[in-house]
């Protein structure tokens, strides 16, 4: 959610802070605001809108100093406003706060703060910290450090926080729990961030705090102890990130930057994993419990949103090839009903940023348990990668679009690579069926590299769709989670109502919303359903509603049937979502743009949902 920055150093310190704020406005845009500490005062500038609001409202402003933090918010407590904005004043003016994450115990804070004379100004909970924090400064006698770690021992919720004091500029407070943050090591000067993007231009050397650390960070030194007072020592990580990566090149917007990267994207996943050729597969990130994988009874996947989509599908790969059970849930509903988890239950946790909230508290339910924690994300050092016993990085690079893409195709790589090393070692696949899969996995970027040449094709038939009202996406088999993909990625970023199904489940309902204004998008390419999903083209043909078909190339039966045919090059069933969900990633991408939607900055969403 809200996009975090901090600076303290040599250099001037706002131009620093208002970059970093940019490169993190996918985490929210609803308002955004600095806070510097100027002519020995604290001084909070904050504005409703886009970042850029704030550069225009601030322009002629003296905002030089070495000192700086920046926020820019999705609003939870209280709807986008000026008031509402980050950074939050104390009551004395004399403190500063930034806030990713909500405080669940505010309302009983606020009360007993306003008994002992505090008021508030905006209807958010980080104001409410802020003046709790002071009032235990006030109240202990204590230095800032001292009062947040007293502060956060009695609050509630999840939170990462930095903190500025007037009487003290040379120093940033910070610390987390539950919410990322992650401190740049400079030369005499550090950064903080929500995530690395904002830093790395800078440097590549980052420490990410943990739950329950607080950070005092000055010029040059970094300390850090545990809300418990013991002192922690920081671990010094590498990026491994190019500044390039969080960068348009040319591209009009980053998603379909994203979209056109997923052939490097997708072979990255494979990297050192994967020689077809001679005949091996590696997955250095699951050893240690291999066997536990290879011999488990039930597999849990859990995830959310596009996440969700490619556990559905991976559900369908390692029934096929490892000849277990495997059950998908949301991670959202997984971790608030009281699930049978058996110890050794298996349980893969998918997430691109790493740190999603509902699927690490789904996680920490599990391990409560007794499950086998693998988690797949693409954030080095994020929460669910150190929360799992062991697991897997995507290395999609960062992903700035909200709408997620290649890190569909990344989590679909990733798991298509464990479950045919899982059913080899359980010798439930040939082996001429798994060096074929290997072969075919291996032309897989080049076949998405081929479907991305459709892209002129699909902006012609976006022209021609983009003033509907609502969508209908159908699939079978491997290609039914597709269409809920497909429809996701369309509602999300172009705000057209759109709903998938399965192709057999559309004579039970969703048949009635069919007429000539209809668009429905068939993902019908050649495998066991094919004969099915021709029958569901022509009811749905019959009813006159408007076919938009995905087939696979040479396809000489559906084209007599459809209004509109996309050719994807022909894949093994199983690995087909790979390819079949780059059409409708374009045909989403095309429609919002020409509906004059931000498809970067999708309304009412963020790019990591950090808070429940």
Request: some cysteine.
């Amino acid at each position: 959610m809200c996009g975090i920055v901090g600076y303290i150093g040599h250099r001037d310190a706002y131009p620093v802070v208002v970059k970093g704020l940019k490169r993190l406005e996918y985490r929210g845009y609803d308002s955004a605001g600095v806070a510097v500490i100027n002519n020995d005062q604290l001084k909070v500038f904050k504005k409703e809108g886009k970042v850029v609001e704030l550069e225009n409202y601030v322009k002629d402003k003296d905002l030089s100093s070495n000192v700086a933090m920046g926020h820019t918010r999705w609003a939870t407590h209280g709807a986008p406003s000026d008031v509402n904005a980050h950074p939050h004043y104390s009551s004395n003016n004399k403190l500063a706060i930034i806030h990713n994450g909500i405080i669940e115990n505010y309302g009983s804070l606020k009360k007993e703060l306003i008994k002992k004379g505090h008021e508030f100004i905006s209807e958010t909970d980080t104001e409410v910290l802020i003046h709790f924090i002071e009032d235990i400064q006030h109240h202990e006698n204590c230095s800032l450090e001292e009062a947040v770690r007293l502060a956060l021992t009695k609050v509630v919720g999840a939170y990462a926080i930095v903190v500025m004091c007037e009487d003290d500029p040379g120093s940033l407070v910070a610390a987390r729990k539950g919410s990322p943050l992650v401190i740049g090591i400079g030369k005499n000067e550090f950064f903080l961030a929500s995530d690395a993007t904002p830093i790395i231009e800078y440097t590549n050397e980052v420490v990410y705090l943990n739950d329950f650390e607080i950070a005092v960070i000055k010029e040059n030194k970094l300390s850090i102890r545990n809300t418990q007072d013991v002192p922690k020592n920081p671990y010094i990580q590498t990026l491994d990130m190019e500044l390039e990566a969080i960068e348009k090149n040319g591209f009009e917007h980053f998603m379909l930057k994203e979209i056109f990267e997923q052939p490097r994207s997708i072979a990255d996943c494979m990297r050192g994993r994967l020689n077809a050729g001679e005949g091996y597969l590696r997955m250095g990130g699951i050893r240690e419990y291999e066997t536990k994988l290879n011999n488990a009874e039930r597999i849990i996947i859990i995830a959310c949103g596009t996440s969700w989509h490619a556990g559905l599908v991976a559900e369908y790969i390692f029934e096929e090839f490892c000849r277990i059970p495997v059950e998908v849930e949301y991670a959202s509903e997984f971790r608030y009903r009281n699930p049978v988890i058996n110890e050794g239950d298996v349980v893969i946790a998918i997430s691109q940023s790493g740190e999603t909230a509902d699927t690490l508290a789904a996680i920490e339910l599990a391990k409560s348990k007794g499950a086998i924690i693998f988690g797949v994300c693409n954030i080095v050092g994020s929460s669910i990668a150190r929360a799992s016993h062991e697991g897997a990085y995507t290395h999609a690079g960062p992903e700035i679009g909200v709408a997620s893409t290649k890190a569909f195709t990344a989590q679909l790589t990733v798991l298509s690579m464990i479950a045919l090393r899982v059913a080899h070692k359980r010798g439930t696949i040939t082996l001429s069926k798994y060096k074929e899969m290997l072969v075919e996995l291996e032309t897989i970027p080049a076949k998405v590299e081929k479907a991305l040449e459709l892209n002129d094709e699909i902006k012609a038939i976006s022209e021609i769709f983009k003033d509907s009202r609502n969508f209908l996406y159908l699939g079978r088999g491997f290609n039914f989670p597709v269409a809920l993909e497909g429809a996701l990625k369309l509602k999300e970023i172009s705000y057209i109502h759109a709903e998938g199904y399965p192709a057999a489940e559309m004579k039970h309902g969703p048949i009635a919303l069919i007429d000539k204004e209809m668009p429905v998008v068939f993902i019908a390419t050649r495998d066991s359903s094919y004969d099915k999903i021709v029958s569901n083209i022509q009811e749905v043909r019959s009813r006159k509603g408007r076919v938009i078909a995905i087939v696979t190339e040479g396809d000489d039966i559906i084209p007599d049937m459809a209004e509109f045919v996309i050719e994807v090059p022909a894949v093994n069933e199983v690995l087909m979502p790979l390819v079949s969900v780059i059409p409708l990633q374009l045909l989403s991408y095309h429609i919002a743009v020409m509906r004059g939607c931000n498809v970067d900055q999708p309304r009412n969403l963020a790019k990591s949902v950090t808070v429940e």
